[in-house]
């Protein structure tokens, strides 16, 4: 946690609350002071970074009733207590309600450093838990989504985790059938920004005319046809995510104007003077290099340079085949609840087929031969039976492509290298070779 920790003072007397600001400011602890309990109120949350020292005796809400509300919010929250001599019965009493310390008046500035000191590393201790306790839920609900053990799939959530707490726009670039838009999906549902609306549009799928409209919206009597007020997208996305898909599609004119609202974060709807406020994180997908294609004129690059201020690359399927049993499973599963079928078996000759297949489609395409293969009819997918459509896979890419998946597979399923190597029948020295191999040593196997 990079972030330093404060100290929120809530003092009503400007002599006693300036003295406790020196001593700690002059320790190097950071410090805000505010007069109220109905003040600290506005600047407090579950996950307040940092501690509070509280005046027992305060203006209207005091202390005590300040510290049964604070800790009605965040029970571990370090409320410490000043107090008066006559105010040491209450100050016990607050230690047994929950609070952190009391001090007593008057006291040494030494004094007052030590208790914050201690009050700090108990609250960076709990915000450091919680945290890796947020991550850990972030990373088990990515992999639910997100299905894959191959090394580029688990850096893939790696960097979604690290992105999920910032306001970078994101741009997502991979083949066709890659899951563009379902990355842009799981960081939207991983971000603060999660009970907003994720908003999509496909910059490919529609003229310069309807896409200006569609992004900035219009007021009535824009244009032709313009009956009443429309919201634009962006402006619908306000408070969550714009994915923007096939952005190497977009217009130039719409590049355009589209670089002034992530610059300026405002826009002005077609007809009207009134730039409106906008707080969305931006999210764009393309399957080509738009660096190159800046090169030859057809992209922006101010545009480009904003968009890429965090890039996510997705792996193609043939790059990942050690996944392609387990998504196809996983396919499998979803296509017979949808179309109310048994699941069919899946042989070691059909993973075959499967992990030897190129893929041009991607996830996509796999999904597909899933729901054929439950509806009965795969015989006409290419996978089974049909070459690759970008030519042939050489015979040891195949044997090696397969072994790997399969040896995956198996240490998913059974855990160890022991039960692996039995259900594959095959010595345990041999199986840990192969595991060093192909770069599953981290898959946790003993």
């Not at 009443?228 to 898909?245: C, N, P, Q, V």
């Not at 609202?261 to 290099?289: F, H, M, P, W, Y």
């Not at 499967?354 to 899933?370: H, K, M, T």
């Not at 290298?417 to 039995?422: D, I, P, Q, V, Y």
């Amino acid at each position: 946690m990079t972030e330093a920790l404060k100290v929120l003072i809530i003092e009503d007397d400007p002599d006693v609350a300036l003295g406790c600001e020196q001593a700690l400011q002059l320790e190097g602890i950071a410090t805000e002071c505010v007069g109220s309990a109905e003040q600290a109120r506005r600047r407090l949350g579950h996950d307040y970074r940092g501690i509070i020292v509280s005046d027992i005796r305060l203006p209207k809400m005091d202390g005590m009733a300040f510290l049964r509300e604070t800790l009605a919010v965040d029970p571990e929250l370090p409320v410490v207590l000043i107090t008066g001599h006559g105010d040491v019965t209450m100050a016990v009493q607050a230690m047994k309600d929950g609070a952190y310390d009391f001090i007593q008046k008057p006291f040494p500035p030494e004094y007052l450093v030590e208790v914050v000191r201690r009050a700090l590393e108990k609250r960076r201790l709990v915000l450091e838990v919680r945290d890796l306790r947020r991550q850990l839920e972030q990373r088990d609900q990515l992999e639910g989504k997100l299905i894959g053990r191959a090394p580029g799939m688990q850096k893939l959530r790696q960097m979604l985790v690290g992105l999920a707490g910032s306001a970078a726009d994101v741009l997502i670039h991979g083949e066709t059938g890659t899951g563009k838009e379902l990355v842009a999906r799981c960081l939207h549902e991983a971000s603060a920004r999660r009970d907003a609306n994720f908003v999509a549009i496909n910059c490919g799928g529609m003229a310069e005319s309807l896409l200006d409209s569609e992004l900035f919206g219009h007021e009535a009597g824009a244009f032709t046809g313009a009956a009443k007020r429309r919201i634009g997208k962006i402006e619908h996305a306000s408070g969550g995510t714009l994915f923007l898909d096939e952005i190497e599609s977009m217009p130039m004119s719409m590049q355009i104007k589209l670089l002034r609202v992530l610059q300026e974060r405002t826009l002005e709807r077609l007809g009207s003077n009134t730039l409106l406020n906008i707080d969305c994180r931006v999210i764009a997908a393309t399957k080509t290099d738009l660096l190159e294609l800046a090169g030859r004129g057809g992209f922006r690059n101010d545009l480009y340079y904003r968009l890429s201020v965090a890039t996510l690359a997705l792996p193609p399927l043939r790059e990942r085949r050690e996944d392609i049993p387990l998504l196809f499973e996983h396919f499998l599963l979803q296509a017979a609840a949808r179309h109310q079928r048994p699941v069919p078996e899946t042989t070691a000759g059909r993973v075959r087929q499967l992990v030897g297949y190129a893929w041009p489609g991607n996830v996509r395409e796999l999904r597909n031969v899933a729901d054929r293969c439950v509806l009965g009819i795969e015989s006409g997918s290419p996978p089974f039976g049909q070459p690759a459509a970008d030519g042939p896979t050489p015979l040891a890419e195949t044997v090696e492509a397969f072994e790997r998946a399969l040896i995956a597979d198996a240490l998913r399923r059974h855990g160890s290298l022991g039960r692996t190597a039995e259900a594959l029948v095959v010595a345990k020295t041999t199986l840990h070779d192969k595991i060093r191999k192909y770069g599953l040593a981290d898959d946790g196997v003993s």
